[in-house]
């Protein structure tokens, strides 16, 4: 049995005393939670979350990580700097990235490997636009981003795949269950064939495309589907508890 995991995406949102308040808000309500639960923060965030989680279920991520250990590249952190802080997961790929600042497949792999190799857990992100969807592309996009995205690693223990339709995020538009579910087995069925029935089976994937407090059961319930990555609903702790908490 995979073990469900919801991870919060705050994105640029919420300076450190905010986020102190969200969490403390946050805490009592998924106290008694099933799946596993992640808080990725912005860096400024990281270490006044860090103090206001610690006795609880919750987990520390960030939401980037570098390909490098360090050196000249400004505006970047470090694995070391993310380990250092208590950080456990760590958003890679996500399709903001790619679209605003010009990750690639390429950079994917290279950012992957460095928090696979420094011990953090990878959360990676794949996902089709509205046109690549609409020309039923979606297939060859997802085989793309996996294949090269994956390229050269071995042990998938640590690492959660978030499928995440482009044209979901943020817009109120979500995939049907059944959709969701199928795509998703479709990524399995790559992972399969690449890396073996064992890797594809124990491997998490996440639904990443607005899933929200009304439809959180349904696509939970799909065989295919181990959890979600939460973007505007992570903002606000009655919908994310709501969430962690679906009754499934």
């Known amino acids: 049995m995979r073990k469900p995991i919801i991870a919060g995406n705050w994105k640029m949102n919420k300076t450190a005393k905010e986020a102190v308040e969200l969490i403390n808000e946050l805490k009592p309500l998924v106290a008694k939670s099933k799946p596993e639960v992640v808080v990725c923060v912005p860096y400024t965030d990281l270490w006044a979350v860090k103090e206001a989680i610690a006795g609880s279920k919750i987990k520390l991520g960030a939401e980037n990580v570098a390909w490098a250990d360090s050196g000249a590249f400004t505006g970047e952190i470090s694995a070391d700097m993310l380990k250092e802080i208590g950080v456990e997961y760590v958003i890679i790929g996500h399709s903001e990235r790619r679209q ?4 690639t497949d390429e950079s994917v792999n290279m950012r992957l490997k460095q928090a696979l190799a420094k011990g953090l857990k990878p ?3 794949v996902g089709e636009t509205l046109t690549e ?3 039923n592309k979606t297939k060859r996009v997802l085989k793309k981003q996996v294949l090269e995205g994956f390229k050269d690693v071995v042990d998938f223990t ?3 795949i978030a499928y995440e339709p482009v044209w979901a995020i943020g817009t109120g538009k979500t995939a049907t269950a059944e959709d969701a579910n199928k795509t998703i087995g479709y ?3 790559l992972v399969k064939k690449t890396w073996g029935a ?3 089976k124990s491997l998490r994937i996440q639904y990443g495309g607005s899933m929200k407090p009304s439809n959180a059961k349904e696509l939970m319930a799909m065989r295919n589907i181990d ?3 939460i973007g505007g609903a992570a903002l606000k702790a009655q919908d994310f508890a709501s969430i962690v908490n679906y009754k499934g």
């Open 198 to 200: 064992e890797v594809a």
């Open 227 to 229: 959890g979600g990555l």
């Open 100 to 103: 605003y600042f010009g990750e």
């Open 187 to 189: 990524i399995r069925s």
């Open 123 to 125: 959360i990676v992100c």
């Open 158 to 160: 640590d690492i959660v």
């Open 133 to 135: 969807r609409e020309k």
